[in-house]
């Protein structure tokens, strides 16, 4: 068996990125783009890229559907919290590092010095693929494949 060089099959540059900038309401530097690489919404499956911003953030959140990961780029970090918002583990995870999760993770995602760029395929019937939380961990807003196709572009 080859391996694939992810970088010759997929121009990243050609790919509709959604810019996340950094938000005052938030207590911690959100910057991170996604772009939507396919969907089955009848099956609710969804594929994204995310790249962040060195040493920033994406929402803090809780994935409610199987998601696979793969680093494809820099150094990424994820902190595990519990239902109380105490730190459960601070995992750094380099390129390369590919993981499977049922759901259920509440954590917060930031990219290392140099950013990272992470591969998720996530699967939940809903379509209702993760919540992002408040500081407090209260429901800010459901995040579902409708709602990042419309972002995107993609749907009306």
């Known amino acids: 068996m080859t391996a694939v060089n992810l970088h010759t099959c997929l121009d990243s540059s050609e790919?509709?990125?959604v810019h996340n900038p950094p938000d005052p309401r938030f207590s911690y530097p959100i910057d991170y783009d996604f772009a939507v690489l396919g969907y089955q919404?009848?099956?609710?499956?969804?594929?994204?890229?995310?790249?962040w911003a060195p040493n920033s953030f994406c929402h803090f959140h809780r994935h409610i559907g199987a998601t696979t990961t793969l680093v494809l780029?820099?150094?990424?970090?994820?902190?595990?919290?519990d239902e109380k918002g105490q730190e459960i583990e601070h995992d750094v995870r380099p390129?390369?590092?590919?993981r499977t999760?049922?759901?259920g993770d509440l954590h917060m995602e930031r990219g290392g010095p140099?950013?990272?760029?992470?591969?998720?395929?996530?699967?939940?019937?809903?379509?209702?693929?993760?919540?992002?939380?408040?500081?407090d961990r209260n429901l800010i807003a459901p995040v579902t494949?409708?709602?990042?196709?419309?972002l995107a572009g993609e749907l009306g």
């Not at 390129?95 to 590919?98: E, L, V």
């Open 101 to 103: 999760s049922p759901g």
């Open 73 to 81: 780029e820099g150094e990424h970090h994820v902190i595990d919290l």
């Open 95 to 98: 390129a390369g590092d590919y």
């Open 15 to 17: 790919l509709l990125w």
């Open 41 to 51: 919404q009848d099956f609710g499956r969804l594929d994204l890229l995310i790249r």
């Open 145 to 150: 494949i409708d709602s990042l196709l419309e």
């Open 114 to 135: 140099d950013g990272s760029l992470v591969l998720f395929a996530m699967f939940e019937p809903s379509g209702r693929m993760f919540e992002i939380l408040d500081d």
